[in-house]
């Protein structure tokens, strides 16, 4: 079961890197559903490591690895696609947030501190994947659907983008505390 887990994340950075090439040759389509069956995917090698107690350090570094290169590369290019500042603004400051908590992991880790994924974060992965997967399905549907529904469907997206945001920075915040309680703790 452990294999098939790991197999699961792997799965999900493929997935991440083949939405590169959709939005290259703009099939918007392909690249939301591959979007929507990684996210999905998040869920379950999740859920299976825990209830088959299959959890494993290099499982959880490869899930949260996996998670950034699929938050990470389909940020970069709905930033791209949209430039305007209220995508990209948010987007960047993610990016942002996410260097800076990787950071204060791998200094945790040197010093033989663990800095475990909080609640925090698990919700700041939701409201990432849903305010980004709300931006792919405006980014396909705007060929199609009236002009008002695509405003609408982007605008609901690019305020859930903001609200993702606020998970990220809180949950920057509380890496931040942890990370200094252990660090007064161990001197």
Request: charged share 15%.
């Amino acid at each position: 079961m452990k294999v098939f887990v790991n197999c699961i994340t792997a799965f999900r950075v493929a997935l991440a890197f083949l939405i590169i090439p959709c939005f290259i040759f703009e099939l918007f389509g392909i690249a939301f559903f591959l979007f929507l069956v990684a996210a999905i995917s998040d869920f379950f090698d999740g859920y299976l490591a825990r209830k088959y107690n299959v959890s494993t350090k290099l499982g959880a570094v490869m899930d949260h690895t996996a998670d950034k290169f699929l938050i990470a590369i389909v940020s970069i290019l709905i930033a791209i696609f949209w430039p305007e500042w209220p995508v990209s603004v948010p987007i960047i400051l993610m990016i942002c947030r996410d260097l800076y908590v990787s950071s204060l992991r791998e200094f945790a880790g040197a010093q033989k501190m663990e800095l475990p994924v909080g609640f925090g974060g698990k919700i700041k992965t939701v409201a990432q994947m849903v305010a980004l997967g709300g931006l792919l399905l405006t980014i396909w549907i705007i060929p199609f659907a009236a002009e008002d529904v695509s405003y609408d469907l982007w605008t609901a997206s690019a305020v859930a983008l903001w609200v993702a945001l606020g998970f990220s920075l809180l949950s920057a915040g509380l890496y931040t505390k942890g990370f200094v309680k252990k660090l007064l703790k161990s001197k």
